[in-house]
């Protein structure tokens, strides 16, 4: 554990969390949901748990982000709140 | 109202954080996971027991093996909830949906870049996905991993090209076949063990059917086998997710 690294990583966390969940345009909130799944993927290689880092870059940033992104292509682009 | 939230947001968030000063610190010797008597034996016994080098496939499919089974039907029963609630069979008489303006246009799968890079990498992604499940006793992945890949690699056949591309490739009737018949194989390999006399899931059993050299090895076969069975529950699923969404449920004109 490098603890600069994991400091940067949880910066960006943070960071991506935030604007996925700010931002209007729904295309752009999953694909920045893509990113914080990429994050923490990093985070769980860090942390010495590599099928877990394996899981999460496979499930959680390939799959689901094509997941939400076929059904904001269902709905409307733009968020209303 | 916001403010009552992030009230309770901030109190509960504050909660957890408070929570997390009783928990050992990171990888310290004495906490529960890393010293309890479970663990020791799991790490000390993985490679006379099944030998496989990897713990973690030998405690997911072996040791706690019907975990992963729920697990399994788990996955099959949301692919197969998802198509139950947006799967439609007739078109006729229902409420004209509003088209997205954000709709794929007309004559989009022939974007060339596009199209040819992801069918240059769709083979060469399967391939690794068949490594990723082969190699599970050895390296990080198996069965869930590799599924998850070979299911991916038709979502981006989908997504270059067409929904309909892929599902020429991976209808309908096949990956709902392919979704219970993985649960099949998992439940088929430990009702084998049973019919030889030993209890649900020892693969030991195996070893009178599997050109194995003893109950190890035997064991090791079945880790594999319920891999397999994993990997074909868990591709057709995403796939199956996939096509509903993309499609409304009508496994045409989708993304």
């Known amino acids: ?81 | 109202m916001r403010a009552f939230g992030l009230i309770i947001v901030l109190l509960t968030g504050g909660l957890l954080l408070w929570g997390v000063r009783d928990f050992p610190l990171f990888g310290a010797a004495d906490s529960p996971a890393n010293g309890g008597v479970v663990t020791a034996y799991y790490l000390q016994h993985t490679m006379q027991d099944a030998r496989v080098p990897n713990a973690v496939t030998t405690v997911l499919a072996d040791y706690r093996s019907y975990d992963t089974m729920f697990e399994t039907a788990v996955i099959f029963t949301a692919g197969i909830a998802i198509f139950a609630i947006l799967r439609v069979f007739d078109d006729r008489g229902g409420r004209r949906l509003r088209k997205s303006q954000d709709a794929p246009v007309k004559g989009d799968q022939y974007r060339i870049i596009v199209g040819t890079t992801s069918r240059l990498l769709i083979a060469p992604i399967q391939l690794f996905a068949l490594y990723v499940l082969v190699h599970g006793h050895h390296s990080p992945g198996g069965g869930f991993q590799g599924g998850v890949i070979i299911g991916a690699s038709f979502l981006l056949l989908a997504v270059a090209r067409n929904l309909q591309t892929s599902l020429d490739r991976f209808p309908e009737r096949r990956f709902l076949a392919m979704g219970a018949g993985g649960v099949l194989i998992y439940a088929g390999t430990g009702l084998l063990c049973m019919l030889l006399g030993r209890n649900f899931l020892d693969y030991g059993a195996l070893q009178a059917v599997l050109p194995a050299t003893g109950p190890e090895m035997a064991r090791s076969h079945g880790i594999f086998a319920v891999e397999i069975g994993v990997a074909v529950t868990v591709s057709a699923s995403m796939f199956a997710v996939y096509a509903m969404l993309a499609s409304r449920g009508r496994l045409k004109d989708g993304l």
């Open chain 1, 1 to 81: 554990m490098i603890w600069q690294f994991d400091t940067l990583l949880l910066v960006l966390l943070i960071v991506a969390a935030v604007i996925s969940l700010r931002i209007k345009d729904l295309l752009a909130a999953s694909v920045v949901f893509g990113i914080y799944s990429f994050l923490m993927c990093l985070l769980w290689a860090v942390m010495a748990a590599v099928d877990v880092a394996f899981t999460e870059a496979a499930v959680g940033a390939g799959v689901s982000t094509l997941f939400m992104i076929a059904t904001v292509y269902q709905t409307t682009r733009r968020s209303s709140d």
